[in-house]
């Protein structure tokens, strides 16, 4: 009877070690996937605006655009936000020191990224209408019109 308890505890171990496998790499390909949508997002924004400018500035609260907690945010390279979906009262603030749940300064990181052409940030950051943090990861991407630089971004929650 040992026997049979040892080798039925065995498979059911093999059976969860799958599925806990299996779910892990289903998220990994999940995340991955909405990785590029966001850079195919941000690309689409950027080019927006560099044939555009500030006309383009509107579209960016369409539903095309704005969906929930995926949008496309604007600065300006000195930190002042001109496009923000969520809350368009934040329009014109600076948001240079912004820092993330731990302290982590990602205004100043947002900004860095863009200053060297585009990149991805990752910090912990509440998802809408939480308190804990979560892991948010935000691709940032340098948009010129004219003579104008602004820093082009969206981010996805990986938890």
């Known amino acids: 009877m040992g026997f049979l308890n040892l080798k039925m505890g065995l498979t059911i171990f093999v059976i969860i070690f799958i599925v806990i496998f299996a779910g892990i790499f289903y998220m990994d390909k999940l995340n991955e996937t909405k990785k590029n949508q966001i850079v195919s997002n941000v690309n689409a924004a950027v080019k927006l605006?560099?044939?555009?400018?500030?006309?383009s500035f509107p579209e960016f609260y369409s539903n095309k655009w704005f969906k929930g907690d995926e949008y496309i945010f604007i600065w300006q390279l000195d930190g002042i936000r001109v496009v923000y979906p969520p809350d368009p009262a934040g329009v014109g603030k600076n948001m240079a020191d912004l820092k993330d749940y731990d302290g982590k300064p990602i205004g100043k990181l947002f900004i860095e990224t863009a200053q060297k052409g585009e990149g991805w940030v990752e910090y912990r950051w509440p998802k809408p209408g939480e308190n804990n943090p979560s892991t948010k990861l935000t691709f940032i991407k340098r948009a010129i019109y004219q003579n104008r630089t602004y820093l082009v971004?969206?981010?996805?929650y990986l938890d």
């Open 49 to 55: 605006v560099e044939s555009e400018g500030e006309a």
């Open 153 to 156: 971004g969206s981010g996805i």
